[in-house]
């Protein structure tokens, strides 16, 4: 995960591996961010993983939360092949 602070350098976050990327992955990512410090969240750019809004806003109720532009464009052409 990569994050990009008010002053404009981008950070990484986290490196993690999971077996699955389900909510309750999520969860756990994000809740080991908050317990390492992060306060503030202002802007969630991210797939479309079902469940990740629910737990974005279970952990940091602020942010805007978008769908990434890349994911978007490569759901629409694929769609269109069909």
């Given amino acids: 995960m990569q994050g990009i602070t008010a002053e ?5 976050l986290s490196i993690t ?4 990327e389900s909510s309750k992955f999520w969860m756990g990512m994000l809740n080991d961010l908050k317990k390492r410090g992060m306060q503030n969240v202002l802007f969630f750019c991210a797939d479309g ?3 990740f809004r629910e ?15 890349i994911h978007m464009l490569h759901n629409s052409s694929t769609l269109s092949n069909i």
């Fill in 55 to 69: 737990a974005i806003r279970a952990v940091f109720p602020q942010p805007q939360i978008q769908r990434c532009v």
């Fill in 17 to 20: 591996v999971g077996a699955s």
């Fill in 8 to 12: 404009g350098y981008k950070e990484i």
């Fill in 49 to 51: 993983l079902p469940d």
